[in-house]
């Protein structure tokens, strides 16, 4: 098993450093010059000139390669163009704030899915199924920045139910009597639209994997056998039967990974939410070459290290299975 | 005499497929999600027909240039404009119509570079297997992990604006690795079959063998996969026209939903700001759909279950 993990770390390294020798190689490639895309304008020449040597720009293409290397793995992606602060400082404080709506979305879409599919595959034909499949089908495969102003629009404009965009309110936060559960609430009320968005979008594929995987297992003969000996129906359906339905969704959940980030950061943008995906497409649109380049390189590394960790849970899922 | 023979062949190989196709077609047409995808896939293709014909009759109705002299600001629907106009007076029936085309045109294109290049990777991999199927599949595991859309939105970064073009073959680039798996496994197992077995001792080169005799048993997944590709394609264009990096000089459903939304006009005009989410949501399901009932036609174990249940 230890070996199994440190042989997937090994091969998420070798991944990620031909991500960063491409992003290396296609930026020299593109068109413009490599200083004055890293290197903010606005500095002073000291400034930049430091930049420039701690950048190795002015050194030959090679040593440029080592030192970016060399940057990257140390964490140092240079300065944001439009922050003009570190990148590396700007992204760590987004990072928390992705991770908090992402894995909720996450983990809770892939809860209620596997759920209802164990239900619909238990009343296969009945009402219930029809009802859910057809609900499965149809969010899965709504436009997910659409759904996201259709919610904005019905609740916070039209009911003003819940707030607009944002992650915090300002006077919450600026109000020192303000306490931690105070704070919490108001993150969590302004979560709630961005959550629904994502949990609309995703429920769906979970439960369907859910209900075909629960489908077949419902055939097996330890399901015979296990009516034979005269357990109730729910003891059959939650310890016999669920348990081995639920490993094509976690291997669903990981193959869905990236399409699911793809989402995160539509749905961080629609609702302002300051997350690292939000941040990469405000990078893009200001030309911020640095700061985007570490936004990808960290929601790569993310989401292969998430990979490797689905394939861990796996394992420890499903006991027959040994590395 | 052996010429009649062939032709009798040729005409009886005909026929069994003929009759294969009509019984095919019959799965397909039994199951209802078929149906319904088939008729809204009919409904999408009249309108991207259509497209053509407003501006014919008056450029006023051009989706992209044609401007309403008497509107300058968005209104609602009339007998005029039957969806309402845009922020600049722009026709939004018409953006409406030539949407259908770019949702065609980007969906089927990049899922059939897509599945080209998956099925020939896969068959590849498959066929040659050690050190080629090992390097081609660490290759297609780690672009697989990649999200598409904001691969495209990196390399927007790095050279500026992409063309419809450009997109399109992005797209294909990236989302080949799920096919090519698929294709693997099938050829590895008719790799088993002796009939490979026996063109290869009839000295069949390697190349005939994969194109004469895996292909077309592969053939029937891969175009399965295009329909979920096509899906995949359509979806990530309109993300990435949303976030506004798509090609200015088309006008994509996504597009249209960028001018709704950064134009601040998502409160004032529904008749603008549903339309194209409805679009885009429902060629997705119909593909879906027809997806589905393929699946059905190729796999019978899930034939027997539906009828039997």
Same mark, same amino acid.
């Given at each position: ?18 991500? +960063? ?33 701690? *950048? ?9 390669? *080592?030192?970016? +290397? ?6 140092? !992606? ?71 102003? +259709? ?28 306490? !931690? !559960? ?72 990981? *193959?869905?990974?990236? !399409? ?52 861990? *849970? ?10 | ?30 199951? /209802? ?21 407003? /501006? ?32 600049? $007076? ?56 990649? /999200? ?94 949303? @976030?506004?990096?798509?090609?200015? $000089? ?19 005009? /529904? ?26 036609? @190729? ?11």
């Amino acid at each position: 098993m230890r070996k199994y993990v440190l042989k997937r770390l090994a091969q998420v390294m070798v991944i990620l450093f031909c991500i +960063l020798t491409i992003l290396f190689v296609l930026f020299r490639l593109a068109p413009g010059d490599p200083v004055t895309r890293m290197v903010d304008p606005e500095m002073t020449p000291e400034e930049s000139q430091h930049l420039i040597e701690q *950048l190795g720009l002015d050194k030959p293409i090679w040593t440029q390669y *080592l030192i970016y +290397l060399k940057n990257c793995s140390t964490g140092q !992606f240079g300065y944001s163009i439009h922050y003009g602060e570190p990148v590396a400082k700007v992204i760590w404080e987004k990072l928390p704030n992705t991770i908090l709506l992402f894995t909720t979305a996450v983990l809770l879409s892939a809860m209620v899915g596997i759920s209802w599919g164990k239900i619909a595959a238990w009343r296969k034909g009945k009402a219930t199924d029809l009802v859910l499949t057809i609900a499965a089908l149809v969010t899965h495969t709504l436009f997910l920045p659409w759904l996201a102003l +259709l919610l904005v629009w019905i609740f916070a404009y039209q009911l003003d139910w819940f707030p607009i965009t944002g992650m915090v309110s300002d006077e919450v936060w600026l109000d020192p009597t303000a306490g !931690f !559960f105070t704070k919490a609430a108001d993150v969590l009320y302004h979560m709630v639209l961005p959550l629904t968005t994502l949990f609309l979008i995703h429920f769906g594929s979970y439960l369907l994997v859910m209900r075909s995987s629960m489908l077949d297992t419902l055939k097996e003969d330890y399901i015979v056998l296990a009516r034979a000996k005269g357990l109730k129906e729910r003891d059959i359906r939650n310890k016999h039967a669920a348990p081995n339905a639920w490993l094509p969704v976690v291997t669903s959940v990981g *193959l869905s990974l990236a !399409f699911s980030i793809n989402g995160g950061a539509l749905t961080e943008t629609v609702f302002s939410w300051p997350g690292i995906g939000r941040e990469l497409v405000f990078a893009v649109s200001q030309n911020d070459y640095p700061l985007a380049q570490a936004c990808f390189m960290l929601i790569s590394t993310v989401v292969l290290m998430s990979n490797v960790v689905v394939d861990v *849970l796996y394992a420890y899922l499903d006991p027959r299975i040994r590395y | 005499m052996q010429q009649a023979t062939i032709k009798d062949l040729k005409a009886k190989r005909r026929a069994l497929w003929r009759q294969r196709f009509m019984e095919n077609w019959r799965v397909f047409m039994h199951n /209802p999600l078929g149906r319904i995808g088939i008729s809204l896939l009919i409904m999408f293709g009249l309108m991207a027909v259509c497209s053509y014909i407003p /501006p014919m009759i008056d450029p006023m109705y051009h989706p992209m240039t044609g401007v309403d002299p008497k509107v300058v600001s968005s209104v609602g629907p009339s007998w005029q404009h039957w969806l309402g106009t845009d922020f600049m $007076g722009r026709d939004i029936f018409s953006q409406l119509l030539a949407g259908a085309r770019v949702a065609f045109l980007v969906g089927v294109s990049a899922a059939f570079m897509s599945v080209v290049l998956g099925t020939a990777v896969g068959m590849t991999a498959g066929y040659m297997g050690r050190f080629t199927d090992t390097a081609l599949m660490r290759l297609a595991d780690m672009i697989m992990v990649l /999200p598409t859309l904001l691969v495209v939105l990196m390399l927007a970064a790095l050279f500026g604006q992409l063309s419809i073009w450009m997109i399109v073959l992005m797209i294909a680039l990236f989302r080949w690795p799920g096919v090519s798996r698929i294709i693997r496994a099938q050829t590895l197992s008719l790799k088993q079959r002796p009939f490979i077995d026996a063109a290869r001792v009839s000295g069949a080169s390697h190349l005939r063998i994969i194109f004469r005799h895996i292909m077309p048993n592969v053939l029937p997944l891969a175009f399965l996969y295009m329909t979920f590709r096509v899906t995949s394609a359509i979806v990530i264009e309109a993300g990435l026209a949303f @976030l506004g990096f798509g090609d200015p $000089g088309t006008v994509s459903w996504g597009m249209m939903l960028q001018w709704v939304w950064k134009t601040g006009h998502m409160f004032q005009a /529904p008749y603008w700001l549903l339309p194209p989410g409805i679009c885009i949501s429902l060629i997705t399901l119909s593909f879906y759909m027809l997806g589905r009932a393929m699946d059905e036609v @190729l796999d019978p174990r899930l034939r027997d279950e539906t009828q039997a249940g």
